[in-house]
């Protein structure tokens, strides 16, 4: 990307990058932005979105994790879980077992327990969410998300494994638009879908 002049910050959470979206806007600058729905400054978000157009993408609601995830298939979830260094995957089925209250950290233990709110357990972990009947423990369950995609390595796994496991299918017409207002925007023609 960066020898067509794309450069890709964090914009180290949501209310930041409204901020600095925003300050980017006031200057002049040509750039986009990839952005969670929290529900919060709607206002805000609204104006910026009618100033960059194609160029901001915002999921229709929720947040990376849920839309990704949610849109892994159940016969998948495992692979999901897995970390392909070999490193994670304990630390995440400790995550899931947990949150679900028992001492087995098998994926099967796991699963059994959890039964059909599995995906939502594991968009839980790994997004930080802190149950409400533990606010006190609020630290803990969100550092959950640490061992899950939180970080540039764990970005970059949830998007292989968004085309290995099969959600590309389901996210690709909400982010293609957003991939190809960038082309366009470094002179690059459109494409109907994304080069694994």
């Known amino acids: 990307l960066e020898k067509h002049g794309v450069h890709i910050s964090d914009g180290g959470g949501n209310e930041a990058t409204l901020d600095l979206l925003e ?12 952005a969670d729905d929290e529900g919060k400054n709607k206002t805000r978000w609204a104006s910026v979105a009618v100033g960059l157009g194609s160029l ?5 609601s929720g947040y990376l994790e849920e839309n990704v995830v949610g849109a892994v298939p159940d016969d998948k979830l495992e692979a999901l879980v897995a970390d392909p260094e070999e490193e994670k995957t304990g630390m995440r089925l ?26 939502a357990l594991i968009i839980a972990a790994a997004s930080g969410k802190v149950p ?26 949830l998007a292989g494994k968004a085309f290995s496991l099969g959600a590309w299918s389901t996210l690709k ?24």
């Open 23 to 34: 300050a980017l806007a006031k200057g002049g600058l040509c750039f986009g932005g990839f």
């Open 56 to 60: 901001l993408f915002r999921w229709a």
């Open 94 to 119: 400790r995550t899931l077992a947990v949150r679900l209250g028992i001492e087995e950290k098998s994926f099967e233990a796991v699963k059994e327990r959890a039964g059909t709110n599995l995906k």
């Open 132 to 157: 409400e009947s533990k606010a006190s423990e609020r630290k803990i369950y969100q550092a959950h998300a640490q061992g899950w995609f939180k970080t540039v390595t764990g970005g970059r796994e």
């Open 173 to 196: 017409p909400q982010i293609m638009p957003f991939c190809n207002a960038v082309q366009k925007a470094v002179g690059l023609p459109e494409t109907t879908d994304i080069a694994q």
